[in-house]
């Protein structure tokens, strides 16, 4: 792609041991129908075949190498080296259909948005979700959307580079909410968004348990965001009543502790009951639940344990 070409597209895609799927998300770049993309690669001190495999690229990529810092580490050093006009993400697991930079581009310009996103679909061995495409969303249901959750995943997005340059690429705060402080961050600057109603991005589902390992992580790391996004931003969503913004936001962290307790995810279930309850985001109805999360976590495992098989809790609870 020719520096600053007037449609070029970056496509950032950082890379840690992912030599199973690099070259399926690499090639899924490289066949795009939109004619200026230029492919920037980060290998995130990968010690698979990761490198071996992206180094037989030679030219059809850029590759920059760093130490192991994480992915969002080696998002912000690709963005200071990216040239194009629009930028994308796409992770080296994923992968995109060949007209999926073409269709996003030709919406975001024939609507003059900012950014524009698309459906998507998670995949991978037993996966059976369907494809989804978000609905159409006015400004104020978008926005109330993306205070309750990420609006869309980051390989489903393009956006102009100024707007993400101006407000300094990724916050490295919240490490497992980045993607989604981005969003946040650029709807607080600009309504200018459009939806291409086509499912064109697929998301690689990996084994839950990478998932639960960390959810409490991620569902603190999302609060954050949220709350800073909303303190902020005053003026933005003053048109939702307080108490309903509140169980936006602090609803979600409710219903996270229990989704995590249903799962027997039960150090993420009494991380988030014990915030829950710090904050004051829990009910009457809830009490029971936050003081057993208080319990040392073994003697909170117990409880569980006993109530599952139907036996009297430790310490002569019921």
């Not at 192991?68 to 080296?92: I, K, S």
Request: aromatic letters at 8%; hydrophobic letters at 45%.
């Amino acid at each position: 792609m020719q520096p600053n070409a007037p449609d070029g597209i970056s496509v950032i895609m950082p890379c840690y041991n992912c030599a199973r799927f690099v070259a399926e998300a690499v090639d899924s770049v490289l066949a795009q129908t939109h004619p200026a993309v230029e492919l920037i690669v980060v290998d995130d001190g990968s010690s698979d075949d990761s490198l071996r495999i992206l180094e037989g690229y030679g030219a059809r990529i850029r590759l920059l190498r760093q130490p192991n810092r994480g992915p969002y580490v080696a998002r912000n050093l690709a963005l200071r080296h990216a040239e194009g006009r629009y930028l994308a993400f796409l992770d080296a697991d994923d992968w995109w259909l060949p007209e999926t930079l073409e269709r996003l581009h030709r919406a975001l310009r024939e609507a003059e948005a900012d950014i524009a996103y698309c459906g998507w679909q998670n995949v991978g061995e037993g996966i059976r979700a369907a494809p989804h495409v978000p609905p159409e969303r006015d400004r104020r249901a978008l926005l109330e959307h993306a205070v309750r959750s990420c609006p869309w995943p980051i390989h489903g997005v393009l956006v102009r580079s100024a707007l993400v340059q101006g407000v300094g690429g990724f916050s490295e705060r919240r490490r497992t909410a980045m993607d989604y402080d981005l969003w946040l961050r650029l709807l607080g600057l600009t309504d200018r968004v459009v939806r291409v109603p086509e499912v064109l991005a697929f998301y690689r589902w990996h084994d839950s348990g990478q998932i639960s390992a960390v959810k409490w992580r991620q569902v603190l790391d999302a609060w954050e965001v949220q709350r800073r996004f909303v303190a902020e931003h005053p003026g933005l969503l003053d048109w939702i009543p307080a108490r309903r913004l509140r169980a936006l936001i602090d609803g979600q962290l409710r219903d996270q502790a229990y989704r995590a307790l249903w799962r027997r995810d039960l150090v993420s279930a009494q991380r988030l009951f014990r915030h829950a309850l710090r904050v004051g985001a829990l009910g009457r109805g809830d009490i029971v639940h936050a003081l057993g999360a208080l319990l040392p976590g073994s003697l909170y495992r117990a409880l569980i344990g006993a109530r599952d098989r139907g036996q009297p809790a430790p310490g002569g609870e019921s």
